[in-house]
């Protein structure tokens, strides 16, 4: 067997397979294949020598495992064996996961970097050379614009994004996934996967220092905070244009006035110009900014609009608390993207229609979704049929019915979360939702699952998020939860597990740090109540204890559990009891209560219950 912590790997080692290398041996459905099964953790026992590779692949069936082997044949090139019994071209998914496993291990032994930025950005290159696929669209061989997509997708679909190459060692690269706008590193997959490719061109070396002959400015992440606008200069400018420049970047290329309003006086002042390019990248964070800034004085104008209605909120058939009131104005008026985490039982749904209503009212949303779990789909719909005159539509049945659906002249639509993978492009072309409502988020707290991935690709200009499950003490959910709202407010993964966790030798996470500075970035986000905050705004509860005689099925059935119960609580007297008796302690107290329920509970035949009887009879005093 080989020595996994001593032997050396010379950079070009032959078993080491970018993505352009397994397209070449492996059709594009066995390389998505054999990287699913990577994911999954399919494949160990990895281990190596001089000359050959060797590991075992878990099947789709757990019960078969298979065993693979590479090595190099007579005229260099890959020879690989597997034993499964699956036709091979001239590759099987079990060979390109055992690929990918042993890139993966040799790669981490030959970079192990000391801190959470490096390893990010490590985790991109690795993930550059092996998961992506690139295209060079236009511009000079080195520089311009290519087209990279991901071999396999956390969603069902796949994307492709636009990468623009500026430089070749320096972070000065725009792409346009989600990822580089939030990662704070100045590069991502696609970028590293287009600089791997432009690495292995034969003219590489001759043009590795050149730069481009045309100044532009862009986005630098080399910061510890927010990005900066910048300039890359070039030796010979035209006296007019340099002026310019001059007056508007200091002698480091930073820009050196305030934003947006100066950048965009700048951007006016060279436009149509051909000798200077302004990224993509700078023009998108000037009017982030813009928009940011113009939200901030809306906010507080709707805001104040709504506390003035007193609970009394126009179209809305029902009088809210003023907790509520605080609810309603703090969802219409962060961006409005926000995340309500009240306490079961303070009215979030009644909040989240209220202020969508508002919305259609007084800033032209008209299609709302809500996604929602499928057993609370026809509930939403009461509530809103009830508390407002919007129609609503519940979507579900067949593909074809659906997508009918979609098209209807309705205000709110409402889906469950499964759907949401199903038809995210009848969504997105069809329904185009100006408003997404999340209900009981909490089923996207994962962000590696597909659900949560998808939901995110729903392009809506303003979204409410709801859960009634406490987040303090995971804060892994909450870091999901706010990718929807606003991925900025936490930042990248690497930096908030950075910030706030603390983890072991093994990266498991055994508390938390930094709280204070937490709640401070969510607080312009997140609003959550418990009961203890808003006791004295709600009505007082009364109660009454109404005594149920029990039915002698249920007599029986409790004096049988309850003797098992006894028997076993005689032994705890005199030994502890075993696990098998512990069990059967707590199946016999389990009965017990049961049985106080209703007979039925217990033996399965017997029907009707008096306390639902009694319940029937207190329904109708009370509430007919």
């Not at 032959?14 to 290398?21: C, G, R």
């Not at 813009?290 to 809306?298: C, F, G, K, V």
């Not at 808003?534 to 059935?557: A, C, G, K, N, Y």
Request: proline share 4%; charged share 25%.
């Amino acid at each position: 067997m080989g020595d996994l912590q001593t032997f050396d790997f010379p950079i070009d080692d032959f078993f080491l397979f970018d993505a352009e290398k397994l397209n070449a041996i492996g059709s594009e459905s066995i390389v998505s294949r054999g990287l699913k099964y990577f994911n999954e953790n399919r494949v160990f026992d990895v281990e190596w020598d001089a000359t050959r590779v060797w590991a075992d692949v878990e099947g789709s069936d757990p019960d078969n495992c298979y065993s693979v082997e590479l090595s190099k044949d007579t005229n260099g090139e890959l020879k690989a064996v597997c034993n499964c019994p699956f036709i091979r071209e001239p590759v099987c998914k079990h060979i390109v996961a055992v690929l990918y496993s042993y890139a993966a291990q040799v790669t981490d032994r030959k970079n192990l970097l000391g801190c959470a930025e490096e390893n990010a950005i490590q985790e991109r290159e690795k993930k550059g050379r092996t998961e992506v696929t690139v295209e060079h669209i236009s511009g000079e061989p080195f520089f311009g614009t290519w087209l990279a997509s991901s071999i396999v997708s956390t969603t069902h679909w796949k994307q492709k994004y636009r990468v623009h190459i500026r430089a070749l060692n320096d972070k000065k690269n725009y792409c346009t996934c989600p990822d580089w706008s939030t990662n704070l590193l100045g590069t991502c997959k696609h970028i590293e996967a287009v600089l791997h490719q432009i690495k292995k061109q034969p003219d590489y070396q001759t043009g590795e220092h050149c730069v481009p002959r045309t100044p532009f400015v862009y986005l630098s992440w080399n910061t510890a905070t927010q990005p900066q606008v910048r300039l890359h200069r070039v030796s010979s400018l035209d006296g007019d244009l340099s002026q310019i420049l001059d007056g508007y970047f200091d002698p480091a290329g930073r820009f050196k006035h305030s934003l947006p309003d100066e950048f965009f006086h700048f951007r006016d002042r060279v436009y149509g110009r051909d000798d200077i390019h302004i990224g993509e990248d700078v023009e998108n964070y000037a009017r982030r900014l813009a928009e940011d800034a113009i939200q901030q004085l809306r906010g507080r104008e709707i805001s104040a609009s709504i506390h003035r209605s007193n609970g009394n909120i126009p179209n809305i058939r029902a009088r809210l608390y003023p907790y509520q009131v605080e609810g309603v104005a703090f969802l219409t008026s962060r961006g409005p993207r926000a995340l309500l985490a009240d306490d079961m039982g303070l009215g979030k749904t009644l909040q989240a229609i209220c202020a969508a209503s508002w919305l259609v009212e007084n800033s032209g949303v008209k299609r709302i979704l809500v996604v929602c779990p499928a057993s609370l789909k026809h509930q939403w719909a009461r509530e809103i049929e009830k508390f407002t005159e919007h129609a609503t539509k519940v979507i579900g049945g067949s593909a074809a019915t659906r997508h009918v659906q979609y098209r209807a002249d309705t205000t709110f639509f409402i889906i469950n979360y499964e759907l949401v993978l199903r038809d995210l492009s009848v969504v997105n072309e069809i329904l185009k939702p100006d408003l997404i409502i999340l209900d009981e988020a909490q089923r996207i707290k994962n962000w590696q699952t597909k659900i949560a991935s998808t939901i995110k690709l729903i392009p809506s200009c303003y979204a409410f998020v709801l859960t009634g499950t406490p987040l303090e003490n995971r804060l892994e959910d909450l870091y999901s939860l706010l990718q929807v709202v606003d991925p900025r407010v936490l930042g990248p993964l690497w930096r908030y597990l950075s910030d706030f966790h603390i983890t072991d030798e093994r990266d498991k996470v055994i508390g938390y740090r930094n709280l204070s500075e937490l709640r401070r970035r969510i607080a312009s986000v997140m609003l959550r109540r418990d009961r203890t905050l808003v006791r004295d705004q709600l009505p007082d509860r009364t109660e009454t204890r109404v005594d149920i005689p029990m039915s002698v099925e249920q007599q029986e059935l409790h004096g049988i559990a309850m003797s098992a119960a006894g028997q076993l609580a005689d032994i705890a007297k005199k030994r502890p009891l075993t696990p098998s008796e512990q069990n059967r302690l707590m199946a016999a107290l389990q009965q017990a209560l049961m049985a106080c329920n209703a007979a039925g509970l217990v033996d399965k035949v017997t029907e009707g219950s008096p306390k639902l009887d009694e319940l029937a009879n207190l329904l109708e005093d009370l509430c007919l």
